[in-house]
């Protein structure tokens, strides 16, 4: 492997950096470029990747300040270090220097030892901003207020910090919410399987808010189409120069999120000699970073998701068996949303009114035609699809409209929903002499009724009806109820 190491630019004109150069190149072993003239460090600025520029105030007799504002724009992430000669004070102007963001002054004459602890210092200063960065994407931290401001920091924005953000009414949503809560209260591994667009996510974002790690970062990593050096890397770590483009030092995921819990997304993508990494960091919760001998021990709880049913895949030899039962300490199957038609009523208005807000548009509620074909429509995206529908119809709706047919998109406008089957309520008269005749009459017509609306959905009907399943299935037996489609 290429051994790939951090590059400084030094911008210099003089022979006495000798000594300074020397002990960054051959002491600490970084790769260091120089530049004698004003148009080499542009040209360099601009084409090579640099960690890190130290330069003199003056350059042939020009301002070096314009060059590291230059670099401000060109490479953000690079440390910018100024070398101030000794009257430079004279000349120095204070707002140049903000505008250039410079890290740290250094005095001359020059110390060879101080430059290269500073040069040390400022490059961990860069890889802790670059996890500062990372954790608050995750952590939906407020990344817009300044890192080191009086004021006090901005305050934690958790997206879904309870179930109560998953949107449900149906009874499987209702069983699963149960026993994901009680999964949230363990630290096993969670597997949640579930068609693309159920909701997986999401779910895997409630528990960790609803356990007890919900101090610590939720770090989520995609596991498809990632090469496995990468995400080795990704998760693992890796030090300096581990592989080509490992210009500097990194901490994984798991280091990052220690007390915490690590989202693995699509984890049936992961190849056969990656699996056996993740069964050694379940087994054993060890963590050694690429190209580093030693190894650290992480307290991470493990959330995994997959579209595939990873049975399946074991079953066809595709995936480690001993993985996939370290991984299901808790198993979860969301249901795809044709699954639990209950709920796409209610979603349907959650988004409404969220989009509602978020864009200002007042609607004013849905028509029953929109929700019937809603409701029979089989949304193959599952929730993200109907979120993505609604928050179409709120776009086309104008201020103080209903969201109808108009609004609706040409496949789901296609939908006619079904008539009720022949054997409906109203095609059926009270029968019977007796009162209990007629009763028992009256309660056929009121079963056949509600199977019709349900589509066959016993586990529905039995909660509608105030029946117990069982007793559901007794009735349907004894009235000999059959199932027309
Ligand atoms: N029960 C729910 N209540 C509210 N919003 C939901 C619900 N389920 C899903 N969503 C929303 O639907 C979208 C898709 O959800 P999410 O990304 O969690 O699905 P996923 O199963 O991880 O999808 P994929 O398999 O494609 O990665 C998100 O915007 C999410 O907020
Ligand atoms: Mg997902």
């Not at 509602?356 to 993200?384: A, C, M, W």
């Not at 209903?402 to 040409?410: D, E, F, G, N």
């Not at 009162?435 to 529905?460: F, I, Y």
């Amino acid at each position: 492997m290429t051994q790939v190491s951090t590059v400084l630019l030094a911008i210099e004109d003089e022979v006495e950096w000798s000594g300074v150069n020397a002990l960054l190149t051959d002491d600490l072993g970084y790769r260091v470029i120089v530049a004698l003239t004003v148009k080499k460090a542009l040209t360099l600025i601009e084409d090579a990747n640099i960690d890190l520029v130290i330069s003199e105030t003056q350059i042939e007799g020009e301002d070096a300040l314009n060059i590291l504002r230059q670099c401000r724009v060109s490479c953000p992430n690079a440390m910018r270090l100024l070398v101030k000669g000794e009257n430079d004070d004279v000349v120095w102007k204070h707002e140049a220097a903000e505008l250039a963001a410079i890290y740290q002054f250094i005095r001359k004459p020059l110390d060879v030892e101080q430059i290269g602890l500073v040069v040390k210092r400022a490059l961990e200063a860069r890889e802790l901003a670059r996890r500062h960065r990372m954790i608050s994407r995750e952590l939906k931290l407020n990344d817009e207020s300044p890192l080191f401001d009086t004021k006090p920091m901005g305050q934690f924005v958790r997206e879904s910090s309870n179930f109560e953000k998953l949107v449900y009414i149906s009874e499987s949503m209702s069983e699963l919410c149960g026993l994901a809560k009680q999964a949230a209260a363990t630290d096993l591994p969670i597997l949640i399987q579930g068609d693309t667009g159920t909701g997986k996510e999401l779910l895997a974002r409630a528990i960790h808010f609803n356990s007890n790690r919900t101090q610590s970062p939720l770090l989520t990593q995609n596991c498809g189409g990632m090469s496995d050096e990468l995400l080795q890397s990704e998760l693992f770590g890796h030090k300096r120069g581990a592989f080509t483009g490992a210009i500097s030092e990194r901490l994984g995921l798991f280091g990052a999120s220690d007390g915490g819990t690590v989202f693995l997304d699509e984890i049936s993508e992961v190849s056969s000699s990656f699996q056996v990494s993740l069964l050694r960091f379940l087994q054993e919760g060890e963590v050694k970073p690429l190209g580093c001998d030693r190894a650290s021990f992480c307290d991470v709880r493990i959330i995994a998701a997959s579209n595939k049913r990873l049975d399946d895949m074991v079953e066809r030899g595709e995936f480690r068996r001993d993985l996939y039962f370290r991984l299901k300490g808790f198993e979860l199957s969301v249901p795809p949303l044709r699954e639990r038609t209950d709920d796409i009523a209610v979603l349907t208005e959650f988004f409404m009114r969220k989009y509602s807000e978020s864009t200002g548009v007042k609607v004013l509620g849905i028509s029953n035609d929109v929700l019937e074909r809603l409701i029979h429509y089989q949304f193959p995206g599952n929730v993200r699809e109907l979120e993505n529908e609604v928050r179409r119809m709120v776009a086309l709706a104008r201020d103080g409209e209903y969201l109808t047919a108009r609004h609706l998109s040409p496949e789901i406008l296609a939908i006619t929903p079904k008539k009720p089957p022949p054997e409906s309520a109203a095609s059926l008269a009270i029968e019977g002499k007796t009162l209990k005749q007629k009763v028992e009459s009256l309660e056929k017509m009121l079963v056949v009724d509600a199977l019709a609306r349900h589509r066959w959905n016993q586990s529905e009907v039995a909660r509608e009806l105030g029946l117990s399943r069982v007793g559901l299935a007794n009735k349907i037996k004894r009235y000999e109820i059959q199932h027309i489609v």
